[in-house]
């Protein structure tokens, strides 16, 4: 009797064992390139004509537009089949007013950050996260501003590149680890949203193997005028080798964009770095890449509109924040903390 039961568990370790394998043999046949062009222009501006439109009055923090603009968000998110993350109640993490309070400035609402996940197959205790701001400005002067590229061009992008990722988990692909889409409010106001999470983390932090940050990436600036080809690249070698190399070799092998390291100069006078969500991550250790297309002539005008929004930009760029999501989800190993984010 012993030996059948010794005998039965050799045999369904074994079983198991070959199953992992068979899983590792699926994945590295996976149509990577199949996922990467269904982040479409199309669904882009579709999405970005709601978000961005006047009706939601410009996204300010805590205002009826960008709660609007938020059920817009889950609805979407519903739609492709995902759900809120294991261990939240919705797809809300609230940040209350006093929170977001600072001295001189004005009385915020209450808020929210909004967030939509897949559960990892294999390591589903790492958690990647992927952010972008979904708030903006509001109106000024009786006039909307509705901040198509900051930052309805990551708002977007986040939707896409979860909708690409669950095409391939319905395809048998889903990824080994956790992915958290995370869309944060209060950056306009002091990066409140991300400083939030980042201190209320629904995950650990320690489990929380990188954030990729997207904040305007719809437009070029005046630097890349003749060729819109680009996206600058911030942080992503600040804290770890690993990620750095990562988004050079998924840009090298699947969209080919010229990589601008600019706003990275340690020197640099506009100081980017500090300014956007994904500075709360990279304070506590998180390793970041921060994608931005720079600033232009309609930053925080009212005439960031929909209309001067480069889709076939936009879509680039958003590829290439997902075919470096799929590699972070997917590798063996997480990236390496091998530097001190300065």
């Not at 309070?101 to 897949?118: G, M, Q, T, V």
């Not at 409010?185 to 990729?212: K, M």
Request: charged fraction near 25%; hydrophobic fraction near 35%; aromatic fraction near 10%.
């Amino acid at each position: 009797m012993k030996k059948i039961v010794i005998l039965s568990l050799s045999l369904a370790a074994m079983s198991c064992s070959l199953t992992n394998v068979a899983q590792q043999k699926d994945y590295a046949k996976a149509d990577v390139t199949k996922y990467i062009n269904s982040i479409s222009e199309g669904d882009l501006k579709k999405h970005l004509t709601i978000v961005a439109g006047d009706e939601m009055e410009g996204r300010d923090t805590g205002t009826e537009g960008q709660k609007k603009a938020g059920r817009y968000l889950i609805s979407q998110y519903e739609s492709n089949g995902m759900s809120f993350p294991t261990g939240a109640t919705d797809f809300y993490q609230k940040v209350p007013s006093e929170y977001m309070s600072r001295a001189f400035a004005p009385k915020l609402n209450d808020s929210e950050n909004i967030w939509a996940y897949i559960e990892g197959s294999e390591k589903p205790d790492e958690v990647l996260v992927i952010s972008a701001h979904y708030d903006h400005v509001g109106t000024k002067n009786g006039e909307v501003f509705n901040g198509a590229d900051d930052d309805g061009s990551g708002t977007v992008a986040l939707l896409e590149i979860a909708q690409a990722f669950m095409k391939a988990k319905k395809d048998g692909y889903g990824p080994k680890r956790s992915i958290l889409f995370l869309h944060v409010t209060g950056e306009e106001h002091g990066l409140h949203g991300s400083r939030f999470y980042s201190d209320n983390p629904l995950f650990p932090i320690a489990n929380t193997i990188a954030d990729l940050n997207i904040d305007m990436i719809g437009r070029r600036d005046d630097a890349h005028k003749a060729n819109g080809n680009y996206v600058y690249v911030i942080g992503s070698d600040r804290l770890s080798t690993d990620l750095h190399n990562i988004n050079e070799e998924a840009n090298k092998k699947y969209t080919k964009l010229t990589l601008d390291y600019t706003f990275n100069e340690r020197n640099d006078p506009n100081q980017f770095y500090f300014r956007s969500d994904h500075y709360n991550f990279a304070k506590k250790g998180i390793p970041i890449i921060f994608y931005f297309n720079g600033v232009h002539e309609d930053y925080h005008k009212a005439t960031d509109e929909v209309s001067k929004i480069e889709f076939n930009l936009l879509t680039k760029r958003a590829q290439l924040a997902f075919a470096t999501a799929w590699e972070l989800a997917n590798r063996e190993n997480r990236p390496v903390v091998d530097k001190d984010g300065k």
